[in-house]
């Protein structure tokens, strides 16, 4: 029966499509990142619209206007004009009322405007071309932050899981010393006192491990946010095992990416403090049309004689300042003025940046290193203490200070081996994003 049901909860789980993911290290998480995070499909779909308003822009440069008005009108009262009777022989001095026009008008026509000098439109298209660069740049920049991010979640359940490792063997530990002092205390060899801070050491490991599970849990919700991994599908990380020993630091580069995204804002702000100046220039159009007018007596719409007409011309146009365009100029003057300000303090962190990470790196190596010599030597410590208080050398109080040195050394080493692997990751993605 038991069976039966484990294998209806397995068809069950596969039938609704859960799905299990388990990283082994950060360069899979990243890559699946890639297709599932929806910032950068986003990211994707803003820059494939940014090209699209680049390429429908180049139309703006010639500005073409087209029009096909036609209309069809019944006069019902035609106009009266007043003549002189004694034109028709009628007596002087009097005036005979005469209608004029035709009752039915039909007109169609079409027109064409091409500018022909247009400052403003060629500065459009400009603007369009390098706002697609800055949106590609960005989305870049989101990458690498995202990219950033999953290294710093990444690494973070690797660190819980190894404390969670450790606190596990340490809780074990500390058991043993507590069923050792138990011993002692039935036999009359220590107090209650110290059973009792034995006990209090083995449920402060018990805290501590209920504490990193809920941490490790935190951790994968992350992780999932980032991946945009629904909550009811499972996610492991399970690294494998690297050899810090063999790693050398990488050649640190200096990113140019926020750099040309700099200068990439300073092109777009001083091409909009020319276009709101280019206001202020004239502009020439040509322009050309013809149209058909039948008149007719009688309701007839479309039959008649039709009657042509064709022009060609040139237009100048001046716009006059007003308040709100001399206030464009002085506002995209001051934009391109901060914008030019926003490379220059790119240019001077650039290179500091670079020395961070490396500083980063070697300030992890180093500490590696020490905290693991630490590490066992306090384990050791601890050892040979535990060793001297089973043979009743030792007092209940030394042994739990030396193991809680270990413990506090043992994390230590787990945290600075994973801040290495952490700082070696962040040297990758920003030589990466050079």
Known sequence: ??????????????????????????????????????????????????????????????????????????????????????????????????????????????????????????LDYKLARISSDITTANGELSRKMLHENLADTYYTIVSLNKQLASTQENLTSADSVYRVTRNKYTSGQVSQQDLNNAEVNRLNTEKSRQQIGYLLEDAYLTLKLLCNIPEGESVTVDELPTDLTQQTLPAVEISQLTLRTEL????????????????????????????????????????????????????????????????????????????????????????????????????????????????????????????LYQAGLLGVETLLNSYEAMVNATYAANSAEIALQLAHAKILINNEFD
């Open 264 to 387: 990439l804002n300073q092109e777009y702000a001083l091409k909009s403090y020319q276009r709101s100046k280019s206001t202020l220039l004239p502009s020439l159009s040509g322009y050309a049309g013809n149209s058909f007018q039948l008149n007719n007596q009688e309701f007839q719409p479309f039959t008649g004689d039709w009657i042509n007409s064709n022009y060609v011309g040139l237009r100048l146009n001046f716009n006059l300042p007003t308040s709100n365009s001399l206030a464009s100029v002085q506002r995209t003057k001051f934009e391109y003025e901060i914008a030019s300000k926003e490379v220059e303090k790119v240019e001077m962190t650039a290179s500091i940046e670079a020395q961070r990470l490396r500083n980063g790196y070697d300030e992890a190596f180093d500490e590696l290193e020490l905290a693991a010599r630490i590490r066992d030597l306090n384990a050791d410590s601890y050892r040979k203490n535990l060793n």
């Open 1 to 122: 029966m038991k069976k039966a049901i484990v294998f209806l909860v397995v068809l069950l789980s596969a039938s609704l499509g859960f799905a299990q993911h388990t990283f082994r290290n950060l360069e899979e998480v990243i890559a699946f990142s890639e297709s599932s995070n929806l910032d950068l499909v986003i990211a994707n779909i803003r820059s494939t619209q940014a090209k699209k308003l680049e390429s429908t822009s180049k139309l703006g440069i010639v500005d073409p206007v087209i029009s096909l008005p036609g209309s069809f009108t019944h006069n019902t009262n035609l106009p009266v004009t007043l003549l002189p009777a004694e034109i028709f022989g009628g007596e002087p001095g009097t005036n005979v009322e005469l209608r004029t026009g035709v009752p039915f008008t039909t007109n169609f026509s079409q027109t064409l405007d091409l500018k022909l000098v247009n400052p403003g439109g060629w």
